[in-house]
Nanobody, 123 residues
Framework: QVQLVESGGGLVQAGGSLRLSCAASGRTFSRNVMGWFRQAPEKEREFVARINWSGTTVYADSMKGRFTISRDNAKNTVYLQMNSLKPEDTAVYYC?????????????????WGQGTQVTVSS
């Protein structure tokens, strides 16, 4: 069983930055793929980024160069640094964990999800 708790969301002006954190419980954190997804009102859930156990990252095209995912296995925490935020980045951001080595942008491959944290970017 893995529990995920996100934090760091809030209200920021366009062009600003936020860093989201996701604290995980469970002994297998360091071996899991960790991902961030987001869901805006009335839209489908969208992949943001993921990082595997060795630190290899994958990003959605629209986030490349603006968002950075990282992890600290000693702290059982994964981060999402978001820079140059745009109003269209407004969404609830979810952290997810997968035991499947190849998990990437398919949310169905993730086993555990956090409760989400709201990010609102004003214009």
């Amino acid at each position: 069983q893995v529990q995920l708790v996100e934090s760091g969301g809030g209200l920021v002006q366009a062009g600003g930055s936020l860093r989201l954190s996701c604290a995980a419980s469970g002994r297998t954190f360091s071996r899991n793929v960790m991902g961030w997804f987001r869901q805006a009102p009335e839209k489908e859930r969208e992949f943001v980024a993921r990082i595997n156990w060795s630190g290899t990252t994958v990003y959605a095209d629209s986030m490349k160069g603006r968002f950075t995912i990282s992890r600290d296995n000693a702290k059982n925490t994964v981060y999402l640094q978001m820079n140059s935020l745009k109003p269209e980045d407004t969404a609830v951001y979810y952290c997810a964990s997968s035991s499947k080595y190849g998990a990437s942008d398919d949310g169905a491959l993730y086993d555990y999800w956090g409760q989400g944290t709201q990010v609102t970017v004003s214009s």
